[in-house]
């Protein structure tokens, strides 16, 4: 049986989940362990994704301060992958699980809030985070498997120039 980290991940190469990947991180198994398993599987299936690591659950420790430090280093590990990671959970548990840790704030934040509403209302800033970048409202079945249901209220925008911006005869569009 694979470890917790890498359930699911398998099933994520279809075409319908190739947008974002979650890993339930285990405090039993090393964090270098861990992120190889799941890029291995990730770079095998060719799923270029989003990586949300889910902070919630009981399989943290009751001491925040190993919590945050051990997030620290599976963030650096999957940093190193060059991986757009955000942080799952919802205010009760990452107080419960990180304390008053505000050190993940420029991670994207996909908030957990399952009251049937895409909105973002009735948030309140937690971890450091202003606003969320998703919200997952439910949850539903799809081919068997128990799927979130998702809102995104972020445009991630690619600002690279165009070629056209790099021509240097370009007329103005007024001429």
């Known amino acids: 049986r694979p470890p917790r980290s890498t359930q699911g991940v398998s099933s994520a190469a279809s075409d319908v989940y190739k947008r974002q990947v979650y890993m339930l991180p285990s405090l039993k198994v090393g964090v270098e362990k861990q992120v190889a398993d799941i890029m291995a599987v990730l770079k095998d299936k060719k799923i270029l994704s989003m990586m949300s690591i889910v902070v919630e659950g009981k399989d943290w420790s009751k001491d925040t301060k190993k919590n945050v430090e051990f997030l620290k280093s599976l963030v650096a590990e999957f940093t190193k992958n060059k991986l757009m990671l955000a942080i799952q959970t919802e205010a009760g548990a990452w107080t419960r699980i990180m304390g008053q840790s505000t050190d993940f704030s420029k991670l994207l934040l996909w908030w957990v809030k399952h009251d049937k509403n895409p909105e973002p209302v009735k948030y309140k800033a937690f971890g450091g985070w202003k606003a969320p970048f998703a919200k997952q409202f439910g949850s539903a079945n799809?081919?068997?498997?128990?799927?979130?249901?998702?809102?995104?209220?972020?445009?991630?925008?690619?600002?690279?120039?165009?070629?056209?911006?790099?021509?240097?005869?370009?007329?103005?569009s007024s001429a």
């Open 142 to 172: 799809l081919c068997e498997n128990s799927v979130g249901q998702n809102s995104h209220y972020t445009c991630l925008l690619y600002t690279s120039p165009s070629p056209r911006d790099l021509s240097t005869s370009r007329m103005p």
